[in-house]
């Protein structure tokens, strides 16, 4: 059974960083594109950036590229969202997802961007 | 970016109702057109790839179709199951981006 599970959401400081991750089982993950999406509270959703298998290509939507970096470690299953200068504007559920085609989700890790 | 005009932004409909959800490329995006459900508190789940194929577990009354740079996805008889937000999204050009949502409610 595939399963994504997001972690390191919770409540955060503007201007402030933070790392999320997601752990990814019941697949060969080193044989998948991963990717991030967000979903503001009772907005849509919003694509975020997507990486390669072997890291070498890594897209971003534009208007993030300069605050999000994804990385992943297939020796650990795990893809990561660091999130950098957070605005109240990414308080959001991040979801990540795998391959191009977003087949199969995890349940999601609320970020809450708050003073 | 490729803007996807969804519509409507919210539908009610009746149980064995055939409902239409339609997606509108502003550009060609090929068969690049994904459909998601969103069920209220899940995350969303893969219905249609490649514009026309079924997902894995995916019922045989959802089906995708396209017509030059519009998009729709069809349920042929609704059941209370398919309550919630329908998303497409294009891949064909980076970024990929979502339609709107279609919010869909049982009358």
């Known amino acids: 059974e595939v399963k994504l599970v997001e972690s390191g959401g919770g409540l955060v400081q503007p201007g402030r960083s933070l790392k999320l991750s997601c752990a990814a089982s019941?697949?060969?993950?080193?044989?998948?594109?991963m990717g991030w999406v967000r979903q503001a509270p009772g907005k849509g959703l919003e694509w975020i950036g997507e990486i390669n298998q072997d890291s070498s290509t890594i897209n971003y939507t534009p208007s993030l590229k300069d605050k999000f970096t994804i990385s992943r470690d297939n020796a650990q299953n795990t893809l990561y969202l660091q999130m950098s200068k957070l605005g109240s504007e990414d308080t959001a559920i991040y979801y990540c997802?795998?391959?191009?085609?977003?087949?199969?989700w995890g349940q999601g890790t609320l970020v809450t961007v708050s003073s | 970016d490729i803007q996807m005009t969804q519509s409507p932004a919210s539908l009610s409909a009746s149980l064995e109702e055939i409902v239409t959800i339609t997606c509108q490329a502003s550009?060609?995006?090929?068969?690049?057109l994904s459909w998601y459900q969103q069920k209220p508190g899940k995350s969303p789940q893969l219905l249609i790839y490649?514009?026309?194929s079924l997902a894995d577990g995916v019922p045989s009354r959802f089906s995708g179709s396209r017509s030059g740079t519009q998009y729709s996805l069809k349920i042929s008889r609704l059941q209370v199951e398919d309550i919630g937000i329908y998303y497409c999204l294009q891949a064909y050009s980076a970024p990929p981006t979502f339609g709107g949502g279609t919010k869909l409610e049982l009358k």
């Open positions: 997802a795998r391959g191009r085609s977003l087949a199969y």
């Open positions: 490649g514009a026309t």
């Open positions: 550009q060609d995006i090929g068969n690049w």
């Open positions: 019941g697949f060969s993950f080193n044989d998948y594109w």
